[in-house]
């Protein structure tokens, strides 16, 4: 039942996630093809059109999560609920789906953003036209051997790998962060048989929004005090040139740590909260 629930979820969202990601591609094709006339151009015209283009794509693929993310709405808010709610299935396989099928749809149109930056800066021949995804590797590596580091190409694609991951984890936590406000909201509701439910939604937005900050900025000052410490104290004593990939790595691993775990705890509150009785 459960591949039948991720089934009928992607057949019900299939056309217009396929048109989304046809857009990515298209507009992608476009800004790379908008460098590519920038490099015979005497005005900035081209960059500018390839700037909108990538932010476009972007913008789509921002849209696509506030898709899915709507379908979660549905569940919890709408009738269309009272109908997914009376599957044979445990509620949180609902959220299960709905998760599988937002990592794996936003996660091909990354890859094809990504790669689209890539391939733009490959063919840019000016460096400030650049974005830095198709030349990160070798700047790093130019830094690294610089800097006398040992292996800089193995420790080159650490960093890259460690700033990979903090961004997938990044971006599953702001997901999930939708997911909780919600299923949380969906319980204030409920419970306390509150009907203006967008209100409910906007001020447990609010209170998940300044809580984050506050983490961030405890976490900001202890990582400030500790960057401060390895550039300027005995770090560069202890570590010697790998100072520059520890401060490369430091903040993405905290990232990776304080998100992760937050994610972890956010689903499984959120999953907890849709097996209970749910008064849609």
Sequence with gaps: MNKRLYKLES??????????????????????????????????TAFIMKTIFVFIGALIIVLTGVAMIKRLYNLLFTDEGFVRLSFPVKNHEHLNSNLKLAAARLGIMLIIFFTGLGISDSVAKERVERWGVGNL???????????????????TVLVIAVLIIAFAVIAANIYLSFVFTLTVSSRICGKYNILQKKGVIFITGIVMYNVHLLIMDLFSRIEYSYSEWLAFGKGY???????????????????????????VLMYRISANILDKKLDI
């Design 11 to 44: 057949n019900e969202t299939g056309k217009l996630m396929l048109i989304f990601t046809s857009l990515v591609a298209v507009y992608m094709l476009l800004s790379i093809i908008c460098t590519a006339l920038s490099n015979s151009s005497s005005t900035d």
């Design 137 to 155: 590797y070798s700047d790093i590596v130019d830094n690294y051997t610089m800097n006398g580091l040992s292996s800089p190409a193995a420790k």
């Design 237 to 263: 004593d202890l570590f010697g040139p790998d100072c520059c990939l520890i401060s490369a790595i430091d903040r993405p691993v905290i990232n990776i740590l304080i998100y992760g775990v937050t994610a």
